[in-house]
């Protein structure tokens, strides 16, 4: 599914909920549900040094 398939609120959700430079590391946490201490966090601290 691509974006312009989905209805037009749901594009201004999406953008209200992200907020602009954010970290990588911090989205998986935060909307992945990443324990803190799981190899995704773990990779992702690791690589983007967050």
Do not use: F, Q
Not at 13 to 36: A, F, M, Q
């Amino acid at each position: 599914m691509e974006v312009r398939d989905l209805p037009e609120k749901a594009h201004k959700d999406v953008h209200k909920e992200i907020p602009r430079n954010t970290n990588v590391c911090t989205l998986g946490k935060r909307y992945g549900g990443w324990h803190p201490t799981s190899p995704e966090a773990t990779i992702c601290d690791r690589t983007y040094g967050h």
